[in-house]
């Protein structure tokens, strides 16, 4: 989660996105798990355009369906 937190480029959104699933991967795999699957589903848009961008400078190489 660092690293994508270096990706240029990264609005509001994206960046408090990749700090919430640092915080919840810290709680434990199921919560970040659910918390994936929230923004998956609820915030499409914006983890795309953070993917794309961190994928662009080679800091996202695999991202789960």
Known sequence: MDE?????????PEIS????????????????????????ANLREVVVSAVIKAREQGKCQCWPN
Do not use: C, H, S
């Open 4 to 12: 994508w937190l270096t990706t240029e480029g990264l609005n509001p």
């Open 17 to 40: 996105m990749i700090q919430e699933l640092k915080r919840v991967a810290g709680v434990g795999e199921a919560p970040f798990r659910d918390i994936a699957r929230y923004f998956a």
